[in-house]
């Protein structure tokens, strides 16, 4: 089922804020990390203001991840995988390069 334009910037904001809160960031401090300014971030996590592409390609590098993971998160929200990307743009890259071993790993067991 798709959403509608409203429920799915509703999400995307409500994602936006789960991240922002797992990297321990307030609204000032990942605004001023991007260069958006706060009361335009303010209104993206509640739903109300959907950010450019080059805002969005910011967001995803503030918080490690691909653009497409953003979006994954809100279109799957219940969606394992999903989870596991949210948590993963939490990691470092040598944490990143071990679960990568791991997963080839249990491939080859199967």
Do not use: W, Y
Not at 53 to 82: I, P, Y
């Amino acid at each position: 089922m798709l959403l509608d334009e409203e429920d799915f910037k509703l999400k995307f904001g409500q994602h936006i804020k789960m991240l922002r809160k797992n990297k321990h960031l307030t609204q000032e401090a990942l605004a001023e990390l991007i260069g958006m300014d706060t009361q335009h971030l303010c209104k993206m996590e509640n739903g109300n203001h959907f950010p450019t592409l080059k805002n969005l390609l910011k967001l995803a590098d503030a918080f490690g991840l691909n653009v497409h993971c953003l979006f994954l998160a809100v279109a799957n929200e219940n969606n394992l995988l999903s989870k596991i990307n949210a948590e993963m743009g939490q990691l470092e890259q040598k944490d990143l390069k071990l679960i990568l071993e791991i997963v080839k790993l249990i491939k080859k067991i199967k």
